[in-house]
């Protein structure tokens, strides 16, 4: 299969101040079962025969599961299939059709060169909350704390985001709302995440604030192009879970202890 | 409190709340309109009673046009939150994403794009609404205080007055298609089981009052309404004159 492939260009080490451009390259010859990132390798083989810089693009796994590869084709974050961009094959295109591939745009998400974007903002909304209380030492009892299968089904369909930051890229308000939703999500519900449940989500909605992601209008974008189909369901739980923490009651002997 | 509004989770939560009570009041209003759909009646169209039960409305425990001017406080004070809360959301949400690169559009619905602009024409629609029929400053057609059934008669009568009602009822619909399903999600009162409901239930609601409201224009202008009694308003002049 041939394409033509319109592929975005920043910042060759040259200049601090580049904006970014489009390059046009002719690729010839791919296989249709090559992944978009397999065609990107060829290109750069070549690119690095001709003496030319190669195209910086982030990837680990390639078997969709990492959540490391970032690329927006064709205006769609990750491509038209709603899987991670390794997923998606060359005979998911038209032979002979111009590609457009982009990294995620997001302010928060800088451009480190090419398609390839920092999503430290990410891990930071994970530092601020993602995580629980445990006590190391001797393997609990596996009974000691039950959890209902409907409950264990939530936490699962939530904690099966990969952070690849598709949500992001793909909303118009550049929100991180169904990425800390489904976090929120996986935490909350289960029995292990109670002791940290209000501070958490305050926790990390404070930092997505801090970043300066946006704030959800409800469109819905974030769950289309999510390659692990979380439902914007665990953004309403993050609402839920937000209100119910600032609303709540703090009981008196708190009160007196956080003033002193 | 101020923590609340200042996060952009807690500000939208502000912008549902403030939007259900306006919601609320949009219900209310509707049902007070279809009053006029009784017609002139025989001494006082019941629109026109409805119109001074409003004002007299708890007396003599409280004053004249008490609850009236509560329910007033109450819808400007939603309204401005309503508004400052979605101008400083809306700034937010800009400076999110790096200029000329607005997201493709996927599968969202057109009511959640136009939202801004819906609610922008809203609100010129709601001061000109306001200058017509509370402080009656618009004098294209008669308008006179109290006789409600005859100044809508006479402004229906008027092809264009019924379109810019007829419009904004369409703005009006299409900003609460998606607002009145959003409100459910941001507030995190809805459920997965739920949604498809909560999402129907929106669609519907906004048909009962896009209907409730347009029906009463539509009558006026098709003359299945019958003309004020001028009748009526020969004798209150008589009696101002004598």
């Given at each position: 299969m041939n394409f033509t492939l319109e592929i975005w260009r920043q910042f060759?080490?040259?200049?601090?101040e580049d904006k970014g451009r489009f390059e046009t390259f002719k690729v010839t010859?791919?296989?249709?079962?090559?992944s978009i990132l397999e065609m990107l390798d060829q290109l750069n083989e070549r690119l690095s025969r001709e003496k030319k810089r190669n195209i910086a693009f982030d990837s680990d796994c390639?078997?969709?599961?990492?959540?490391?590869c970032a690329l927006v084709i064709d205006g769609t974050p990750h491509g038209?299939?709603?899987?991670?961009s390794c997923q998606?094959?060359?005979?998911d295109f038209i032979d002979g059709q111009t590609i457009t591939i982009e990294p995620f745009?997001?302010?928060?998400?800088?451009?480190?060169?090419?398609l390839a974007v920092d999503r430290g903002a990410l891990d930071r909304v994970i530092q601020a909350g993602g995580y629980i209380s445990t006590t190391t030492g001797p393997q609990p009892d596996p009974n000691a704390m039950p959890v209902a299968p409907e409950v264990q089904e939530k936490a699962m369909d939530a904690a099966?985001?990969?952070?690849?930051?598709a949500c992001v890229a793909a909303c118009p308000n550049g929100a991180a709302m169904l990425f800390t939703g489904a976090k929120v999500t996986h935490l909350n519900v289960l029995p292990q995440g109670q002791p940290e449940r209000e501070s958490r989500v305050v926790g990390m909605v404070e930092q997505m604030d801090a970043e300066g992601f946006g704030g959800c209008t409800n469109y819905g974008e974030c769950s289309r192009v999510c390659p692990q189909e979380i439902s914007i369901d665990v953004i309403g739980m993050l609402n839920r879970e937000y209100r119910k923490a600032k609303t709540k009651r703090k009981p008196k002997t708190e009160k007196a202890m956080s003033t002193q | 409190m101020l923590e609340y509004w200042r996060s952009t989770v807690g500000k939208k939560q502000f912008v549902a709340v403030t939007g259900a009570i306006l919601v609320g009041y949009l219900i209310l209003h509707m049902l007070g309109n279809?009053?006029?759909?009784?017609?002139?009646?025989?001494?006082?169209?019941r629109v026109d009673w409805y119109a001074h039960w409003l004002r007299t409305f708890g007396e003599p425990l409280l004053p004249r046009e008490t609850i009236l001017w509560v329910v007033r406080v109450v819808l400007l004070g939603a309204l401005i939150v309503h508004i400052t809360g979605i101008a400083q959301l809306v700034k937010r949400n800009r400076e999110a994403r790096p200029a000329n690169f607005p997201a493709k559009?996927?599968?969202?619905s057109v009511e959640s794009m136009a939202m801004l602009g819906t609610g922008i024409l809203l609100l010129a629609f709601i001061i000109f609404h306001i200058l017509q029929?509370?402080?009656?400053?618009?004098?294209v057609t008669p308008v006179e205080e109290g006789a409600v059934y005859a100044n809508l008669y006479w402004v229906f009568q008027k092809w264009y007055f019924l379109a810019i009602y007829l419009a904004a009822l369409v703005l009006v619909g299409m900003h609460l298609r998606h607002g009145i399903w959003s409100l459910f999600q941001t507030l995190g009162l809805d459920n997965p089981s739920r949604n498809q409901k909560l999402r129907h239930g929106a669609t519907a609601l906004v048909v009962i009052l896009v209907i409730g409201f347009g029906s009463v224009p539509v009558l006026f202008f098709t003359d299945v309404l019958d003309p004020p009694r001028e009748v009526a308003l020969a004798t209150i002049l008589s009696g101002v004159f004598t």
């Amino acid at each position: 299969m041939n394409f033509t492939l319109e592929i975005w260009r920043q910042f060759d080490g040259s200049d601090e101040e580049d904006k970014g451009r489009f390059e046009t390259f002719k690729v010839t010859d791919i296989d249709p079962d090559a992944s978009i990132l397999e065609m990107l390798d060829q290109l750069n083989e070549r690119l690095s025969r001709e003496k030319k810089r190669n195209i910086a693009f982030d990837s680990d796994c390639r078997e969709g599961i990492c959540g490391t590869c970032a690329l927006v084709i064709d205006g769609t974050p990750h491509g038209p299939q709603q899987v991670t961009s390794c997923q998606t094959y060359m005979r998911d295109f038209i032979d002979g059709q111009t590609i457009t591939i982009e990294p995620f745009r997001a302010s928060t998400f800088p451009v480190v060169r090419d398609l390839a974007v920092d999503r430290g903002a990410l891990d930071r909304v994970i530092q601020a909350g993602g995580y629980i209380s445990t006590t190391t030492g001797p393997q609990p009892d596996p009974n000691a704390m039950p959890v209902a299968p409907e409950v264990q089904e939530k936490a699962m369909d939530a904690a099966i985001c990969i952070g690849c930051g598709a949500c992001v890229a793909a909303c118009p308000n550049g929100a991180a709302m169904l990425f800390t939703g489904a976090k929120v999500t996986h935490l909350n519900v289960l029995p292990q995440g109670q002791p940290e449940r209000e501070s958490r989500v305050v926790g990390m909605v404070e930092q997505m604030d801090a970043e300066g992601f946006g704030g959800c209008t409800n469109y819905g974008e974030c769950s289309r192009v999510c390659p692990q189909e979380i439902s914007i369901d665990v953004i309403g739980m993050l609402n839920r879970e937000y209100r119910k923490a600032k609303t709540k009651r703090k009981p008196k002997t708190e009160k007196a202890m956080s003033t002193q | 409190m101020l923590e609340y509004w200042r996060s952009t989770v807690g500000k939208k939560q502000f912008v549902a709340v403030t939007g259900a009570i306006l919601v609320g009041y949009l219900i209310l209003h509707m049902l007070g309109n279809l009053n006029s759909a009784f017609g002139p009646g025989a001494d006082e169209a019941r629109v026109d009673w409805y119109a001074h039960w409003l004002r007299t409305f708890g007396e003599p425990l409280l004053p004249r046009e008490t609850i009236l001017w509560v329910v007033r406080v109450v819808l400007l004070g939603a309204l401005i939150v309503h508004i400052t809360g979605i101008a400083q959301l809306v700034k937010r949400n800009r400076e999110a994403r790096p200029a000329n690169f607005p997201a493709k559009r996927i599968g969202r619905s057109v009511e959640s794009m136009a939202m801004l602009g819906t609610g922008i024409l809203l609100l010129a629609f709601i001061i000109f609404h306001i200058l017509q029929f509370t402080t009656l400053s618009i004098h294209v057609t008669p308008v006179e205080e109290g006789a409600v059934y005859a100044n809508l008669y006479w402004v229906f009568q008027k092809w264009y007055f019924l379109a810019i009602y007829l419009a904004a009822l369409v703005l009006v619909g299409m900003h609460l298609r998606h607002g009145i399903w959003s409100l459910f999600q941001t507030l995190g009162l809805d459920n997965p089981s739920r949604n498809q409901k909560l999402r129907h239930g929106a669609t519907a609601l906004v048909v009962i009052l896009v209907i409730g409201f347009g029906s009463v224009p539509v009558l006026f202008f098709t003359d299945v309404l019958d003309p004020p009694r001028e009748v009526a308003l020969a004798t209150i002049l008589s009696g101002v004159f004598t």
